[in-house]
């Protein structure tokens, strides 16, 4: 067995290496990296238990074949127990103890220093669970700078942020993996979570409870960026969003403002303004659609618009029935979103 | 029936050798068997068989059932694993694969895990007690055709494209009345009361069993380990299932007639439900897995040659974790924001419930180390137990922590665990226990070939799809996901365990495939093929309705290994009825004899007239209400008092 | 096995099965429902005791239809009906759990209402909502009158309510508003 172990060992080494942007075992927040150390000091405790049980274990049952043992029925003394046995018996009830006492003390530290990383934030972010997006809010003591966006998170780098969580509807769990563990979404709470990313990157998150049809597709962006960049992103996003130019986004913003979007979702600086779906003022700038579902790119904003139901079957944006000038407008309008 | 000064014996283990001069004519030998198999007969026909209130009955229906669901949310397992077998797959839409998922999760747990057990438990432990049914046989019935009707309502509706969709869990306010749209999670939530009734049924009925039942002189200590562990699980079964009873009740009235106990916008509070159903879910996991050790002490102590190694540690590992186990449920809810210091104590119970399980380990390692170890297929799969088991354990213990669990949480890496320790920790053992008591209820055994081809591909299918979701789980994978996105390395590990999925599926049809050939065609086994130390294997294989001819008395743990020729026996029951010896509860001294209940069709009845009652209240809360008219005329009928025959000279053994 | 559950069980399950089968079908791309605007306005009385016209045929798949309904309740919140009609019980607009419908309480004449619109303040929804997710939102107006089926309508939101549960409602037959003793 100690092979085996030792290259699925080698293996999950290996394979969690490859995956950099949502891996519990990054650790390129301040939570993430006590999760890391700590995951490696179980592992290694729990391997040398695993070493000692099952190695016994099967020394016990090769030693076991003999023909004849002193202790069986055959001798007459299957009620027997050896002296040795039961004081082995303490020496492993001690060593259980012991082991078990000391990742008990490891995991409290490690909350510990967990719930003291994120002490002291110096920016606020609220995030709102929806079935099935992530409604993002930065507040700040002027109405006038706080801004609203959805399915991403920037971040400044070395800033302990927190994270007020709360849910429109059904249970969520807010998971960004390199940067720190879960934090639910109920309703009728706020819960918090303090991040403190230590590198610069682009990480995603996920939803992490069940949370209805659509819960694969509950994605979150996160960029950790340094603090020049995230000041420069959080100007754009202050402002309004960017006219339309050309006559065909000219007629995809008059579609927006007039039709079927602007029912459910906003755009700063036009009539649009509505707060049942995700915020869409700085739409093209974003990493992906709809949470994660597709990557951004023009076709996939057409494909998107087209049919959502094809892309993301039962979440609540409909599908429209655009005609083909409708939707080459449209999709030239958002394009313009950045 | 006769009067208290009619009782027999002496009051002390060793029966009188002289029959009480009232009593009839003693009979031994053919006319005996005769009699007593007259007496404890079936009636003719369907009906009889619909009557039966024989416990070997009942248990085989029981596991026969519980096999059937386990290959029913197996195939629904590998269904999923085919979906999930290449990222962006669209073999099933995401609305069928979340009825798969909560179908798969529900049914191993509510219709195979827990009754699979009990059915296991219900068969063995009057054979294992040496009496000849159980306590209460025509509750015992009931709960089986309560069991049936539940698994029945889930299935009908899954087939139907009714099935639940909200998980096995069935979080509110997902499963509420705004977001549990339709009937589906009522069908889900009364599948949970059905499963209930039957299984504190049979908790009262097993816990009644071995504590009144059990054969003169086997006091507590000399009860064999398994009916330990049957008492222990019975007395948590009966501890943990009100809280599910409650959460769920509360969860239909929400939906039903719009009561607020989960709706936090008119005061009522969405995570009442994960505490009461933890405070169930945690248990439940136990009342799975201590059986499966007691199967894993029968075996190793046979295959061993001789006793459990320390038997008084290995019973108090059993009533130890019975009682941790109520104090780990907020384990599963790290990332709900309660109070930290509550989470450490939470953490501190969580990885003290491994002390027990670690000394039981220990204990049964020693016995083989001063044993003599035959490898057969049943000792195999305790072999496989210890390997695969332990893993599962050990990472409990990593996500006890609160900084691992906030990671591991709702990851893969929970799905490997938990299928590390039920599959590891109790099908396991269980495939071994099948092996191993077959002989017993079907008299042949089961072949030795197909029985290890099927533990090997078994065991090494088990360690290719589930080690890779310990990887998958790190690496950000999400739990009750239909689809994940290409490009985050999660294709290698989800290929591997759809691979690994497919080779167990072949071994459990390559099990089960042993099963039927060898009820045809199995060697002869004689009453006691592998020398077994226990009761059951005292009586012929399979046992007669009326178990033993003569009710064993027993001086020691193991008694056909200390007599191995003639055991004593008791005295003084009759034959011509149904009579049963009730025995103190801590030194089964002789206490009174007890009629037993003759077969009867009202305990189905009743369960039909229950099912009723439970799915039309699903509809209307006035089904409650008046559901309850026939179930209470059924229940009439079955407790309708009969006038016993007067036997002149009553005919005792 | 089949001969051996008891077979009250199985019945029973058929029978409401079968009313379930489309009762819990999501619809999730209905293509096949055209986008085409819904007649204007078709009252309950008709001139000169003509026979009403027949049942829009797209009402068969949103009428009884769990998922829909529930979509249309969704829609009644986030389009803030309720801000004149209140949970049902009428406010600034007209009650709509009493049975008295000014302008039809068939599922198409509601359609009607919410697409076109409606004198004193009723918008039109045409150009906001599309085509299905108005008859969603006309199942679940019709709901809350009590006149779908009990077993397809949930019996609360997850907010602070002034209205018996729906599924406790006794349905309440449509009439005209002006047939009323108003």
Same mark, same amino acid.
């Given at each position: 067995?100690?092979?085996?172990?030792?290259?699925? /060992?080698?293996?999950?080494?290996?394979?969690?290496?490859?995956?950099?942007?949502?891996?519990?075992?990054?650790?390129?927040?301040?939570?993430?990296?006590?999760?890391?150390?700590?995951?490696?000091?179980?592992?290694?405790?729990?391997?040398?238990?695993?070493?000692?049980?099952?190695?016994?274990?099967?020394?016990?049952?090769?030693? /076991?074949?003999?023909?004849?043992?002193?202790?069986?029925?055959?001798?007459?003394?299957?009620?027997?127990?050896?002296?040795?046995?039961?004081?082995?018996? /303490?020496?492993?009830?001690?060593?259980?103890?012991?082991?078990?006492?000391?990742?008990?003390?490891?995991?409290?530290?490690?909350?510990?220093?967990?719930?003291?990383?994120?002490?002291?934030?110096?920016?606020?972010?609220?995030?709102?669970?929806?079935?099935?997006?992530?409604?993002?809010?930065?507040?700040?003591?002027?109405?006038?700078?706080?801004?609203?966006?959805?399915?991403?998170?920037? &971040?400044?780098?070395?800033?302990?942020?927190?994270?007020?969580?709360?849910?429109?509807?059904?249970?969520?769990?807010?998971?960004?993996?390199?940067?720190?563990?879960?934090?639910?979404?109920?309703?009728?709470?706020?819960?918090?979570?303090?991040?403190?990313?230590?590198?610069?990157?682009?990480?995603?998150?996920?939803?992490?409870?069940?949370?209805?049809?659509?819960?694969?597709?509950?994605?979150?962006?996160?960029?950790?960026?340094?603090?020049?960049?995230?000041?420069?992103?959080?100007?754009?996003?202050?402002?309004? /969003?960017?006219?339309?130019?050309?006559?065909?986004?000219?007629?995809?913003?008059?579609?927006?403002?007039?039709?079927?979007?602007?029912?459910?979702?906003?755009?700063?600086?036009?009539?649009?303004?509505?707060?049942?779906?995700?915020?869409?003022?700085?739409?093209?700038?974003?990493?992906?659609?709809?949470?994660?579902?597709?990557?951004?790119?023009?076709?996939?904003?057409?494909?998107?618009?087209?049919?959502?139901?094809?892309?993301?079957?039962?979440?609540?944006?409909?599908?429209?029935?655009?005609?083909?000038?409708? &939707?080459?407008?449209?999709?030239?309008?958002?394009?313009?979103?950045? | 029936?006769?009067?208290?000064?009619?009782?027999?014996?002496?009051?002390?283990?060793?029966?009188?050798?002289?029959?009480?001069?009232?009593?009839?004519?003693?009979?031994?030998?053919?006319?005996?068997?005769?009699?007593?198999?007259?007496?404890?007969?079936?009636?003719?026909?369907?009906?009889?068989?619909?009557?039966?209130?024989?416990?070997?009955?009942?248990?085989?229906?029981?596991?026969?059932?519980?096999?059937?669901?386990?290959?029913?949310?197996?195939?629904?397992?590998?269904?999923?694993?085919?979906?999930?077998?290449?990222?962006?797959?669209?073999?099933?839409?995401?609305?069928?694969?979340?009825?798969?998922? $909560?179908?798969?999760?529900?049914?191993?747990?509510?219709?195979?895990?827990?009754?699979?057990?009990?059915?296991?438990?219900?068969?063995?432990?009057?054979?294992?007690?040496?009496?000849?049914?159980?306590?209460?046989?025509?509750?015992? +019935?009931?709960?089986?055709?309560?069991?049936?009707?539940?698994?029945?309502?889930?299935?009908?509706?899954?087939?139907?494209?009714?099935?639940?969709?909200?998980?096995?869990?069935?979080?509110?306010?997902?499963?509420?009345?705004?977001?549990?749209?339709?009937?589906?999670?009522?069908?889900? +939530?009364?599948?949970?009361?059905?499963?209930? %009734?039957?299984?504190?049924?049979?908790?009262?009925?097993?816990?009644?069993?071995?504590?009144?039942?059990?054969?003169?002189?086997?006091?507590?200590?000399?009860?064999?380990?398994?009916?330990?562990?049957?008492?222990?699980?019975?007395?948590?079964?009966?501890?943990?299932?009100?809280?599910?009873?409650?959460?769920?009740?509360?969860?239909?009235?929400?939906?039903?007639?719009?009561?607020?106990?989960?709706?936090?916008?008119?005061?009522?509070?969405?995570?009442?439900?994960?505490?009461?159903?933890?405070?169930?879910?945690?248990?439940?996991?136990?009342?799975?897995?201590?059986?499966?050790?007691?199967?894993?002490?029968?075996?190793?102590?046979?295959?061993?040659?001789?006793?459990?190694?320390?038997?008084?540690?290995?019973?108090?590992?059993?009533?130890?974790?019975?009682?941790?186990?109520?104090?780990?449920?907020?384990?599963?809810?790290?990332? $709900?924001?309660?109070?930290?210091?509550?989470?450490?104590?939470?953490?501190?119970?969580?990885?003290?419930?491994?002390?027990?399980?670690?000394?039981?380990?220990?204990?049964?390692?020693?016995?083989?180390?001063?044993?003599?170890?035959?490898?057969?297929?049943?000792?195999?799969?305790?072999?496989?137990?210890?390997?695969?088991?332990?893993?599962?354990?050990?990472?409990?213990?990593?996500?006890?922590?609160?900084?691992?669990?906030?990671?591991?949480?709702?990851?893969?890496?929970?799905?490997?665990?938990?299928?590390?320790?039920?599959?590891?920790?109790?099908?396991?053992?269980?495939?071994?226990?099948?092996?191993?008591?077959?002989?017993?209820?079907?008299?042949?055994?089961?072949?030795?070939?197909?029985?290890?081809?099927?533990?090997?591909?078994?065991?090494?299918?088990?360690?290719?799809?589930?080690?890779?979701?310990?990887?998958?789980?790190?690496?950000?994978?999400?739990?009750?996901?239909?689809?994940?996105?290409?490009?985050?390395?999660?294709?290698?590990?989800?290929?591997?365990?759809?691979?690994?999925?497919?080779?167990?599926?072949?071994?459990?049809?390559?099990?089960?495939?042993?099963?039927? %050939?060898?009820?045809?065609?199995?060697?002869?086994?004689?009453?006691?093929?592998?020398?077994?130390?226990?009761?059951?294997?005292?009586?012929?294989?399979?046992?007669?309705?009326?178990?033993?001819?003569?009710?064993?008395?027993?001086?020691?743990?193991?008694?056909?290994?200390?007599?191995?020729?003639?055991?004593?026996?008791?005295?003084?029951?009759?034959?011509?009825?149904?009579?049963?010896?009730?025995?103190?509860?801590?030194?089964?001294?002789?206490?009174?004899?007890?009629?037993?209940?003759?077969?009867?069709?009202?305990?189905?009845?009743?369960?039909?007239?229950?099912?009723?009652?439970?799915?039309?209240?699903?509809?209307?809360?006035?089904?409650?209400?008046?559901? $309850?008219?026939?179930?209470?005329?059924?229940?009439? +009928?079955?407790?309708?008092?009969?006038?016993?025959?007067?036997?002149?000279?009553?005919?005792?053994? | 096995?089949?001969?051996?559950?008891?077979?009250?069980?199985?019945?029973?399950?058929?029978?409401?099965?079968?009313?379930?089968?489309?009762?819990?079908?999501?619809?999730?791309?209905?293509?096949?429902?055209?986008?085409?605007?819904?007649?204007?306005?078709?009252?309950?009385?008709?001139?000169?005791?003509?026979?009403?016209?027949?049942?829009?045929?797209?009402?068969?798949?949103?009428?009884?239809?769990?998922?829909?309904?529930?979509?249309?309740?969704?829609?009644?919140?986030? !389009?803030?009906?309720?801000?004149?009609?209140?949970?049902?019980?009428?406010? !600034?607009?007209?009650?709509? !759990?009493?049975?008295?419908?000014?302008?039809?309480?068939?599922?198409?004449?509601?359609?009607?209402?919410?697409?076109?619109?409606?004198?004193?303040? !009723?918008?039109?929804?045409?150009?906001?909502?599309?085509?299905?997710?108005?008859?969603?939102?006309?199942?679940?107006?019709?709901?809350?009158?009590?006149?779908?089926?009990?077993?397809?309508?949930?019996?609360?939101?997850?907010?602070?309510?002034?209205?018996?549960?729906?599924?406790?409602?006794?349905?309440?037959?449509?009439?005209?508003?002006?047939?009323?003793?108003?």
């Amino acid at each position: 067995m100690k092979p085996k172990a030792a290259i699925l /060992a080698a293996a999950l080494v290996a394979l969690g290496a490859c995956n950099t942007f949502q891996n519990a075992l990054g650790g390129e927040g301040a939570d993430g990296a006590h999760f890391v150390s700590l995951f490696w000091v179980f592992v290694a405790v729990c391997a040398v238990m695993y070493a000692a049980i099952v190695g016994s274990f099967l020394l016990g049952l090769w030693r /076991a074949r003999r023909p004849r043992a002193p202790l069986t029925v055959d001798e007459g003394k299957h009620q027997e127990e050896p002296a040795i046995a039961g004081r082995l018996l /303490a020496a492993w009830a001690i060593l259980i103890a012991v082991g078990l006492t000391i990742l008990t003390v490891a995991s409290f530290f490690t909350d510990r220093s967990n719930a003291k990383s994120g002490e002291h934030p110096q920016l606020l972010v609220n995030v709102t669970g929806n079935q099935w997006w992530w409604d993002v809010q930065y507040s700040s003591g002027d109405v006038s700078k706080s801004f609203r966006t959805a399915n991403e998170l920037h &971040l400044p780098v070395g800033v302990p942020v927190e994270v007020k969580l709360q849910s429109n509807d059904v249970i969520h769990s807010f998971w960004v993996p390199n940067l720190a563990g879960k934090q639910d979404l109920i309703p009728g709470r706020v819960t918090d979570i303090q991040l403190l990313a230590r590198k610069t990157g682009l990480f995603r998150g996920q939803c992490a409870e069940f949370c209805g049809v659509q819960h694969a597709h509950m994605a979150l962006d996160v960029t950790v960026e340094s603090l020049e960049n995230f000041r420069k992103w959080v100007t754009l996003q202050q402002r309004a /969003a960017f006219a339309p130019q050309s006559p065909v986004e000219l007629a995809g913003y008059r579609f927006f403002t007039a039709r079927n979007c602007s029912a459910c979702h906003a755009i700063t600086g036009s009539p649009a303004s509505a707060t049942i779906g995700p915020d869409l003022t700085h739409f093209a700038s974003r990493q992906s659609i709809a949470a994660g579902t597709l990557p951004m790119s023009a076709a996939n904003v057409q494909a998107w618009i087209a049919d959502p139901q094809r892309q993301k079957p039962g979440s609540n944006m409909p599908k429209v029935g655009l005609t083909p000038d409708e &939707l080459r407008a449209l999709t030239a309008f958002m394009e313009r979103l950045k | 029936m006769k009067p208290p000064g009619k009782q027999k014996g002496d009051g002390k283990g060793k029966v009188p050798r002289q029959r009480s001069p009232r009593d009839g004519p003693q009979l031994t030998g053919g006319e005996l068997d005769r009699r007593l198999a007259a007496a404890w007969a079936l009636p003719p026909g369907f009906i009889g068989w619909l009557s039966s209130v024989d416990h070997k009955d009942i248990g085989r229906r029981y596991i026969i059932t519980a096999l059937a669901f386990l290959a029913l949310a197996g195939a629904l397992a590998m269904i999923m694993r085919l979906q999930l077998a290449r990222p962006g797959n669209d073999l099933v839409s995401a609305q069928r694969y979340d009825e798969i998922f $909560t179908m798969h999760g529900t049914t191993m747990m509510f219709l195979f895990g827990v009754p699979v057990m009990q059915g296991m438990q219900i068969y063995l432990t009057p054979l294992m007690i040496g009496t000849r049914a159980m306590a209460f046989p025509r509750l015992t +019935a009931f709960s089986y055709w309560m069991y049936l009707g539940g698994g029945a309502l889930l299935w009908v509706a899954f087939v139907l494209n009714i099935a639940p969709d909200v998980g096995w869990f069935a979080y509110p306010p997902l499963s509420g009345p705004q977001y549990g749209v339709g009937k589906r999670v009522d069908i889900w +939530a009364q599948m949970i009361t059905f499963t209930e %009734v039957a299984g504190l049924a049979v908790a009262v009925t097993l816990t009644a069993t071995v504590l009144k039942q059990r054969a003169p002189g086997m006091t507590l200590a000399r009860m064999p380990l398994f009916v330990w562990s049957t008492l222990v699980t019975s007395l948590m079964v009966i501890f943990a299932l009100p809280s599910v009873a409650l959460a769920s009740s509360l969860l239909l009235s929400d939906r039903l007639v719009g009561t607020h106990f989960y709706n936090p916008a008119e005061r009522g509070d969405a995570l009442l439900w994960q505490h009461l159903f933890w405070f169930f879910g945690h248990p439940e996991v136990y009342i799975i897995f201590l059986p499966a050790t007691g199967f894993v002490s029968e075996i190793v102590a046979t295959f061993s040659r001789r006793s459990v190694f320390a038997y008084p540690i290995v019973v108090l590992s059993l009533a130890g974790t019975g009682i941790l186990a109520f104090g780990l449920w907020v384990h599963h809810m790290f990332a $709900t924001g309660l109070p930290r210091v509550g989470y450490s104590f939470f953490t501190g119970a969580s990885m003290a419930v491994s002390v027990p399980t670690g000394l039981q380990l220990y204990c049964w390692i020693a016995t083989i180390w001063v044993g003599r170890v035959r490898m057969q297929v049943p000792m195999l799969y305790v072999v496989a137990f210890v390997i695969t088991f332990v893993i599962g354990g050990l990472s409990g213990v990593m996500i006890a922590a609160v900084p691992l669990d906030l990671q591991l949480h709702d990851t893969y890496f929970i799905v490997a665990h938990f299928h590390y320790v039920l599959i590891g920790g109790a099908v396991f053992p269980l495939l071994g226990a099948i092996t191993y008591w077959f002989p017993k209820v079907t008299g042949r055994m089961m072949s030795d070939t197909l029985g290890k081809l099927s533990f090997w591909m078994i065991f090494l299918g088990f360690q290719l799809a589930f080690f890779p979701m310990h990887i998958a789980g790190l690496m950000g994978m999400p739990r009750r996901v239909y689809t994940y996105p290409g490009g985050m390395g999660l294709e290698i590990p989800n290929l591997l365990s759809s691979v690994g999925g497919g080779v167990v599926a072949l071994a459990i049809l390559l099990f089960l495939l042993n099963l039927i %050939v060898s009820l045809r065609s199995g060697a002869a086994a004689g009453p006691n093929p592998w020398g077994a130390p226990t009761l059951e294997w005292a009586t012929p294989s399979p046992p007669p309705r009326y178990n033993f001819a003569h009710l064993p008395v027993v001086a020691s743990l193991t008694p056909l290994w200390d007599s191995p020729d003639r055991l004593l026996v008791a005295q003084g029951l009759r034959v011509d009825e149904r009579e049963l010896l009730l025995t103190s509860v801590i030194d089964a001294v002789p206490d009174i004899r007890e009629p037993s209940a003759e077969p009867s069709p009202w305990p189905f009845i009743a369960a039909a007239a229950t099912s009723v009652a439970f799915i039309a209240s699903i509809f209307s809360p006035w089904g409650l209400l008046f559901g $309850t008219i026939p179930a209470a005329i059924a229940l009439i +009928a079955w407790f309708w008092p009969k006038t016993p025959p007067r036997v002149e000279e009553p005919v005792i053994t | 096995m089949s001969s051996r559950f008891p077979n009250s069980i199985a019945t029973l399950a058929l029978v409401a099965g079968l009313s379930a089968c489309s009762r819990e079908a999501r619809h999730q791309a209905r293509s096949e429902v055209g986008t085409a605007a819904i007649a204007s306005s078709p009252d309950t009385v008709f001139p000169g005791n003509a026979a009403p016209p027949a049942l829009d045929q797209r009402a068969a798949a949103f009428e009884g239809n769990a998922p829909a309904i529930a979509q249309g309740q969704q829609l009644f919140t986030s !389009m803030n009906c309720a801000g004149c009609h209140s949970h049902g019980g009428g406010g !600034m607009g007209p009650a709509l !759990m009493d049975g008295k419908w000014r302008y039809g309480g068939r599922i198409d004449q509601i359609a009607s209402s919410i697409s076109e619109g409606r004198p004193n303040g !009723m918008p039109a929804w045409r150009s906001k909502l599309t085509q299905d997710q108005i008859w969603q939102l006309s199942a679940y107006v019709r709901s809350l009158a009590g006149l779908e089926p009990v077993d397809a309508v949930s019996a609360r939101t997850d907010s602070m309510s002034n209205t018996p549960p729906q599924t406790q409602f006794a349905p309440k037959p449509p009439k005209p508003a002006d047939s009323a003793s108003q």
